[in-house]
Every structure is written in structure tokens, then in C-alpha cells.
């Protein structure tokens, strides 16, 4: 049996079963003048009435070699092109050309492609599935890219809420659900990195310990809602009074205390505790009644102590607080460094500071 010789060129294949095989190929004449296109290299280059003109009109020979069309025409067969789009986006293209015919006959035919860049000439260009070869792995590999990033933003969004939800959790465990203040945990952390910066740079702060007056008499008589509108009312004048450094927190009941940051002066802490409770002894009207109360204050200076120490500053301050009920309510007490020394030894003594002031 005489073996078949073996065919060394294709049979004739019409344009557009080329197309369907290769959508991005292009067909330059032996005169440098575009003959055909793939219809994917058709779209992206603004359609197909490119047929017949020159190739240098449309396309740049981009990369380390340079040619012109068509004097260097039977330079390019075997040799890797990097073409770009002379017009439009600067979408890059690569690929292979091969002669048409002996010596280049019947000019160059290229099968090209968008290496890299395929992802951005598919938003530039608006390409989908359908303009690319069946056999062609890349859209397969954008839809993965695809996926893969939905699901990062995805990741991202939820990794998001979840950071959000702690921080709203953490806000809540330190602050106060009724007046929105910081609670004692709050003010625990704060005093603690108050004591440690004025340690460490000598930035100084005082605490403000303050209790309404005749804050039961309202709750006894108008009831437990005109109570929780009075601190309502209390905290917020409180946040009035204090700066942005400062910490208002609520730390009982009817129990408040002031974390005052930076240069602090007694006789401006006098002034301060007077117009918080000036502020406090206004009428306050809720539901056709009026509340009336009053509030007694004792601040404890951090610059009296060495080293600072917020648990017994807190203590000091609550010390004063009960002297200035003691000498009648609605007063502010400021205690220097002989009044800490005093309200220390007095803490000391272990007398309950309630057992000679009224209550509220």
C-alpha cells in the first residue's frame, strides 16, 4: 500500500470559518493594506470598513523591533509582533505572523491576541464570550478572576460589618444606655491612661465627683420617669460644661464624675463646678410638672499627688463631695494638696461619709 504524501499547506478555508476560528486575525497585503479581520478585531477597532486600507492608518508596531509596511513585509513571517491601536483605547495586542504564499506573496497573516491586558480590553471594548474562540481559555479565566473578586468584596464588606458590630459592641459595654454617657468601666480606662500620661509627660487633669440633690424627692413624687428625664437633663449639661478632651461619665444613679484634662486650675474648677450646678438648679419641666434639683460637687487636683493615683483621687473627690452636702448641698469643694492630705485621712478612718448627710 504507497503511503499518502503528507499535504505541506491547508486546503482553502473562507474568511469567515476563519473568523469562528480565530476572531482576532488580521490579513495584511504584500502593498501593506489591511485585507481582512477577525470579527473580534473588527469590534474593538470600530468595525470592519477597515478592509482595504493601509495598515500603518490603524495599528503602531509597538516592542524592541520596528518595522514599516510595506518595505519590511517579508521581515515579520515567524517573528512575535506587539501591536497597538493607532485610535481609541490603548489596548495592547500581541501574536505570531506567517507568510501568505511563497516569499510572501500574498503578504502576512496574524493570529492576535491580548495577552495580559485581556481583562481591560474587555471593559474598554464591552467583549464578551461570543467574541472569543470556543477554544479559548481566557474568558474561563476572567469569569475566575471574576469570581474571585466578588468573593474578596464580599469578604471585604463582611470583614467590614464585623468590625463595625465590635465597635458598636465595645461602645456599648462603655457607655451608659441611658444617658449615652461613658459608664464606670469607661472612666476606669480613661483614669487609668490619664494617670500613665501625666507620668509620662506631666500633663495634668482633676475628677469632678457630683451627686444631685433632691434627685429622690423627684423620683418619689413624679415617679421613675421624671427621674430618668432629670439625668437625661443632667448629662447633658454636664457635656455642656466640659471640653472635648474631657470625659463625662455616669457612675450611679444619681452619681456623675468629670475627667478634666490639661492645665488645671483651682480657682477655674470653683468657677466651673458653680455654673454646672447654677445650670442644674433650673426649673425642668416634664409632662405640666417641674422638676427642681441641685447638685454637690468635690474635685480632687492630680498635681497634688506623686504619683498621680486615680483610685485615690476618685476617693479624695467623693470625700469632698460629701463635705460640701454636709455644709448645706448645692456647693462645689476644690481640694488643694492640704485638703487631699485631709480627705485622705479622713478615707482612712473608715467613716461612711453618708453617716451625717442627708440623703439625695
Known sequence: MT??????????????????????????????????????????????????????????????????????????????????????????????????????????FFNLSFGVGIAGAVREHGLTDADFAPTELAMELLYLQEAKTAVMAELRALNARLQEAQRAAEAQALSDPLTGLANRRALERELARAAAETQRSGTHFALAHIDLDHFKAV????????????????????????????????????EFVLLLRGTIDPDDLQALGERVIARLEKPIPHEGATCRISASIGIALSHCYDPPDAERMLTDADVALYDAKRSGRGRCIVLGRAGCVAAAGRAAAAVPPTAATPAG
Open 219 to 254: 423620683n418619689d413624687t413624679l415617679g421613675h420617669a421624671a427621674g430618668d428625664h432629670v439625668l437625661v437633663h443632667a448629662a447633658e449639661v454636664l457635656q455642656l460644661a466640659a471640653r472635648r478632651s474631657d470625659l463625662v461619665a455616669r457612675v450611679g444613679g444619681d
Open 3 to 108: 503511503a499518502r504524501p503528507i499535504p505541506t499547506a491547508m486546503p482553502d478555508v473562507s474568511l469567515s470559518a476563519l473568523g469562528r476560528l480565530m476572531p482576532m486575525f488580521l490579513w495584511i497585503g504584500p502593498a501593506g493594506e489591511i485585507r481582512a479581520l477577525g470579527p473580534t478585531l473588527a469590534k474593538i477597532c470600530g468595525g470592519a470598513g477597515l478592509v482595504g486600507h493601509p495598515f500603518a492608518e490603524h495599528f503602531i508596531v509597538t516592542g524592541a523591533h520596528q518595522f514599516t509596511l510595506p518595505g519590511d513585509l517579508r521581515m515579520l513571517p515567524g517573528r512575535r509582533l506587539h501591536l497597538a491601536l493607532r485610535r481609541g483605547p490603548a489596548t495592547g495586542l500581541r501574536g505570531l505572523a506567517v507568510a501568505v504564499g511563497p516569499e510572501s506573496a500574498g503578504g502576512v
